[in-house]
Nanobody, 122 residues
């Protein structure tokens, strides 16, 4: 089993930055691909970014390219999402997930955190 705990969300103004963290527990973190998803009120959970288990392969949704960066630190069993130039439309609950491959589909991930709220004011 893998347990995931997100942190780092908050209330910011448009143009500000946040870094989300996802701390994991378990002995095999380095063997999992990790992803970030978000869900706004009234919308489906959508893909944000993913990183493979080696840390060398990453992928991003079009609406965050050039603004967000995903990374992982296997020594700390933690994955990060650096978010710059935040926009009001980025407001959502952000979830981290662990799976066997870095994919964009929700159903490709086996474990999920509880989420952290990000609110961006205009």
């Amino acid at each position: 089993q893998v347990q995931l705990v997100e942190s780092g969300g908050g209330l910011v103004q448009a143009g500000d930055s946040l870094r989300l963290s996802c701390a994991t527990s378990g002995r095999t973190f380095s063997r999992y691909a990790m992803g970030w998803f978000r869900q706004a009120p009234g919308k489906e959970r959508e893909f944000v970014a993913a990183i493979d288990w080696s840390g060398s392969g990453t992928g991003y949704a079009e609406f965050v390219k050039g603004r967000f960066t995903i990374s992982r630190d296997d020594a700390k069993n933690t994955v990060y999402l650096q978010m710059n130039s935040l926009k009001p439309e980025d407001t959502a609950v952000y979830y981290c997930a662990a799976g066997r491959a870095a994919r964009s589909s929700v159903d490709r991930y086996d474990y999920w955190g509880q989420g952290t709220q990000v609110t961006v004011s205009s």
